[in-house]
C-alpha cells in the first residue's frame, strides 16, 4: 500500500507540474494534452508490470522457504544444526530456479524447541516503477514447522496407463507430465526420509501385469508372471488373500480365446503390458527403482480403475501376495493410495450376476470404502475428465472429498496437485502439529 501511495503521489507531482507549464504555453494544445494523458496511462501500465513480477518472485520464495522448511523439519534421526543445513540447501536449491534466480536472498532457518522457524527476504528491482522513485520493492516469506514425528508413511501410486494417456493437453503429453509429476513427488520425500518412506507402483489399464505365488492364481503353480484382471466377486472388494477356492484368485478366464487373461491386450502384438513396461511394484524403500520405471512406462489399452484400486489395496494390505505394508493396528505408520485417472471406467469387472462395466463402477465405490475402513488414506485425481458421474465417484471414493479430491485441467494442474500431496504427506506424517 505504501509504494502505491509513493507511486500516485509521484504521478500527481509529476502531472501538475506538466499543467502549469501547459497553462503557460499554449502552444502545440493537442500535442501537450496527449504527452500529459501518456503519462499516468504508460506509468499505470508500467506499474502492473513490475507487481506482475514482484508477486512471482513473492510467490516463489515462499514456496521455497515452505520446501526447506518442511524437509528440514521431516529429516529423521538428524542434529539440529544438519536440520538447519539441509533446509537451507534445499531453499537454495529451489531458488536457483525460477523468477527469483540470481537474485541475493537473505534467509535464516533455525531449529528453535521443537519447531524449525525460518524467514527470507529479497529486494526485486523495478523498471517502470523506478521512473517515480520507487526502484525496489521487498519479498518477504516466513514459516514455522513442527519437528518430525518419526512415522513412516507407505504410498501405492495407481496411475492410468490406458491409452488415451499418450494424448497431449495443451501441448504436453498426458503421461509424460504424470511421470514428472510423480518423479518428483517420490524423489522429494525420498531426500528428506529416505528411511521412513516406501512407494509401490500400480501401473493399470484394462489388466494389470504383475507377479504372483502360482498358488493364488487359478491353475498355476510354482512363481507366475502376467496379466490378469480382477478376482470373482465378492473376492474383488478387498484384500484378503487368496484360500484353495478358485473363485477367490486372480487369473479368472474371462474368454476362450485369451489364455494369457488379456497380455496381448487390443493389439495383439504379444505381451503388451511388458512391452510397455507396465509392471506392478510392490512396496519398496529402492526409490531408484521407482523412478526409472515411472521414466521407462507408456500408455496401452483400456481402462479398468476398479482393478488399479483393488491392486493398490493390495500393496498396502500387511496380506499376502503382497505382504511388505505393515500392520493396519502399527500406529507409526501411514498408509496413501493416490489414484490418476484420465477416463471413465470402460472394462467390465465380476459381480454377483457375471460382468459388466457398471458392475466396475459400483466395485470401485465399495473398494474405497473397504480401504478407507482401514485407515487407507486415499486421493484421488480425475485429469482432463469431463464425465460429471465418473467426477463424483473419484470425489466419493477420496478420504476428504474436499480436500483429497482433485480436478486437473491440464498438466499444470497436475503438478500442483502432486506438491499438495507431497506436502500433506509431509505435514500429517512427518511433522509435529
Known sequence: MTIRRRLSSAIRRRLSSAIRRFKADQRGNAAMVLAIAAVPMMLAAGAAIDFGRFSSVQTHLQASLDNGALAGAAAQDASNA??????????????????????????????VGKDMIASASLDVPTTFMAVAGVSKMTAVG????????????????????????????KGQVKYVAMKNAA????????????????????????????TLPGSYVVGKSGTWTGCTQDRKYPYNLSDSTPTTDDASKWGQAIAPDHADWGCNGYKNDGNGYAKHGLVVRPLTDN?????????SMTPYAYTHIALGVEFGYQLLSPNEPFAEGKPYSDTTTEKFMVVLTDGMQTEPAFGPSGRSVAQGEANLEKLCASAKSNKIHIVTMAFDIDDTTTR??????????????????????????????????????????
Open 142 to 169: 516466513k514459516n514455522q514447522v513442527g519437528i518430525g514425528q518419526g512415522k513412516k508413511a507407505e504410498i501405492a501410486l495407481v496411475l492410468d496407463y490406458s491409452g488415451s494417456m499418450g494424448d497431449a493437453i
Open 183 to 210: 518423479n518428483k513427488l517420490v524423489t522429494d520425500l525420498a531426500k528428506s526420509n529416505p528411511t521412513n518412506v516406501k512407494f509401490g507402483l500400480v501401473p493399470f489399464s484394462h489388466h494389470v501385469y504383475t
Open 287 to 295: 526409490f531408484t527403482s521407482i523412478t526409472t520405471q515411472l521414466g
Open 82 to 111: 544438519d536440520r538447519e543445513a539441509y533446509a537451507q540447501k534445499l531453499f537454495l536449491a529451489d531458488m536457483a530456479q525460477g523468477p527469483a534466480a540470481g537474485m541475493p536472498v537473505s534467509y535464516s532457518f533455525k531449529v
Open 392 to 433: 463424483q465417484r473419484l470425489q466419493k471414493c477420496a478420504t476428504d472429498p474436499g480436500k483429497d479430491f482433485f480436478v486437473l485441467s491440464d498438466t499444470a494442474d497436475l503438478a500442483k496437485a502432486f506438491e499438495s500431496v507431497k506436502n500433506a504427506i509431509s505435514d500429517q506424517v512427518f511433522l509435529s502439529k
